[in-house]
């Protein structure tokens, strides 16, 4: 398997598989003299673990995470940075069936195909959203490299099976409200009926989807290397490693297609002295560069795959047609644990390209 690392100047590889012995990260290009402890990467872990609320599926993960390298009396070395939560609890029994019956919309059949029926299947493996730890880990070194230039990254739920909020909430909305409620959702009676929703699903033996929106503040302009690593490139890449995300658009998006240039360009404007936009259909992107407006992106994602519906498939060994139900503790809607894994996922991008941008102070300077 290759494809298991990102960035150029702050270089992550992520390892482990879902029910193996650990998921992990090594972080190569951290910056020496971050102070870090323990308990920082710990608080941004919980924010994505699961067994919280009803809404998400009752698998006990405890997800405590370990520095094994790259960081010495609270700070961090400036050498590799070895971060990783070892698996416990695991029960792998019903995967045996999803080797031979792939589950539809899981990574099962593919993966059995490339990796000749070697790859560890257990839990869906490198496919499954556990893998996303890695993510929020190196994530939370990475919001803590930005907090130095003030940047800020708030994703929240904006959508679930359809139901959504009518008017856009506001930066203090999503800054207080998103993570008091179980659905990551800045508007607190639409997180009620998200919440319905997503029961409802599961109590049919189904799942939903939704959408998440990102706001990155106070970007300097000019971040981004293009032609191939333009910044809303590799963010949507970054976001598309998040398992059952099928689709990003930054600012007005596809609706952008739908309008005329007059009503499309943000027209230029002096706001406290400084060069703005009066609207932000880029989403704070210009030719890959950040232009200094907010970057706004959203990010759909599809049900949850694994539920227990009777489904169509196939008995791969006996290349027959049969039907499946999935068993096992699966999360109904996986939307509000990908709330943190997005902000983890831009901050991972954002501070790469700082860093290639000569950003970020390192040593003394970082407090
Ligand atoms: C946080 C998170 C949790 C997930 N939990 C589950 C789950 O419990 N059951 C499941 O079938 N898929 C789950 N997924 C989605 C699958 O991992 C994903 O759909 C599968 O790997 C196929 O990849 P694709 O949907 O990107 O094509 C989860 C994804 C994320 C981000």
Same mark, same amino acid.
């Given at each position: 398997?290759?494809?298991?690392?990102? @960035?150029?100047?702050?270089?992550?590889?992520?390892?482990?598989?879902?029910?193996?012995?650990?998921?992990?990260?090594?972080?190569?290009?951290?910056?020496?003299?971050?102070?870090?402890?323990?308990?920082?990467?710990?608080?941004?872990?919980?924010?994505?673990?699961?067994?919280?609320?009803?809404?998400?599926? %009752?698998?006990?993960?405890?997800?405590? &995470?370990?520095?094994?390298?790259?960081?010495?009396?609270?700070?961090?070395?400036?050498?590799?940075?070895?971060? =990783?939560?070892?698996?416990?609890?695991?029960?792998?029994?019903?995967?045996?069936?999803?080797?031979?019956?792939?589950?539809?919309?899981?990574?099962?059949?593919?993966?059995?195909?490339?990796?000749?029926?070697?790859?560890?299947?257990?839990?869906?493996?490198?496919?499954?959203?556990? /893998?996303?730890?890695?993510?929020?880990?190196?994530?939370?070194?990475?919001?803590?490299?930005?907090?130095?230039?003030?940047?800020?990254?708030?994703?929240?739920?904006?959508?679930?099976?359809?139901?959504?909020?009518?008017?856009?909430?506001?930066?203090?909305?999503?800054?207080?409200?998103?993570?008091?409620?179980?659905?990551?959702?800045?508007?607190?009676?639409?997180?009620? =009926?998200?919440?319905?929703?997503?029961?409802?699903?599961? $109590?049919?033996? #189904?799942?939903?989807?939704?959408?998440?929106?990102? &706001?990155? =503040?106070?970007?300097?302009?000019?971040?981004?290397?293009?032609?191939?690593?333009?910044?809303?490139?590799?963010?949507?890449?970054?976001?598309?490693?998040?398992?059952?995300?099928?689709?990003?658009?930054? @600012?007005?998006?596809? $609706?952008?297609?739908?309008?005329?240039?007059?009503?499309?360009?943000?027209?230029?404007?002096?706001? #406290?002295?400084?060069?703005?936009?009066?609207?932000?259909?880029?989403?704070?992107?210009? @030719?890959?560069?950040?232009?200094?407006?907010?970057?706004?992106?959203?990010?759909?994602?599809?049900?949850? %795959?694994? /539920?227990?519906?009777?489904?169509?498939?196939?008995?791969?060994?006996?290349?027959?047609?049969?039907?499946?139900?999935?068993?096992?503790?699966? #999360?109904?809607?996986?939307?509000?644990?990908?709330?943190?894994?997005?902000?983890?996922?831009?901050?991972?991008?954002?501070?790469?390209?700082?860093?290639?941008?000569?950003?970020? $102070?390192?040593?003394?300077?970082?407090?």
């Amino acid at each position: 398997m290759s494809g298991n690392s990102f @960035g150029k100047k702050f270089k992550i590889t992520c390892f482990g598989e879902s029910h193996g012995r650990c998921i992990g990260v090594v972080i190569d290009g951290c910056p020496p003299g971050l102070p870090l402890s323990l308990k920082e990467v710990q608080r941004e872990l919980d924010k994505r673990r699961p067994g919280q609320d009803k809404i998400s599926t %009752p698998r006990k993960e405890e997800d405590e &995470v370990k520095f094994l390298s790259g960081v010495f009396k609270e700070h961090t070395t400036g050498a590799p940075l070895c971060m =990783l939560i070892w698996n416990k609890k695991v029960d792998s029994e019903v995967y045996e069936e999803y080797r031979i019956k792939p589950r539809p919309g899981h990574a099962d059949y593919p993966a059995l195909v490339k990796y000749k029926k070697f790859n560890d299947y257990r839990g869906g493996g490198r496919f499954s959203g556990r /893998i996303t730890a890695a993510c929020v880990m190196a994530g939370a070194i990475a919001k803590k490299l930005l907090r130095t230039l003030n940047l800020e990254i708030l994703a929240h739920t904006v959508e679930i099976g359809g139901v959504k909020s009518e008017k856009n909430p506001t930066l203090e909305e999503i800054r207080k409200i998103t993570y008091t409620n179980a659905v990551r959702c800045a508007d607190e009676k639409i997180a009620v =009926l998200m919440k319905q929703e997503i029961m409802k699903a599961k $109590n049919e033996g #189904d799942s939903v989807g939704g959408i998440i929106e990102c &706001v990155v =503040l106070n970007v300097p302009v000019g971040i981004g290397e293009p032609v191939f690593d333009n910044l809303d490139a590799d963010i949507a890449k970054m976001l598309f490693s998040i398992p059952a995300v099928k689709g990003v658009e930054f @600012g007005a998006g596809f $609706n952008s297609s739908r309008i005329r240039g007059s009503e499309n360009n943000d027209p230029y404007i002096i706001k #406290d002295g400084k060069v703005a936009t009066a609207s932000n259909n880029a989403g704070g992107v210009l @030719g890959g560069l950040s232009n200094g407006m907010p970057i706004i992106f959203r990010i759909a994602f599809k049900p949850t %795959p694994s /539920i227990s519906k009777k489904q169509h498939t196939i008995d791969i060994e006996k290349m027959t047609e049969t039907t499946i139900e999935v068993k096992g503790k699966h #999360d109904p809607c996986v939307v509000p644990r990908a709330v943190p894994i997005v902000e983890a996922a831009a901050a991972i991008v954002l501070v790469d390209h700082a860093l290639r941008f000569s950003l970020i $102070n390192t040593g003394e300077k970082i407090e």
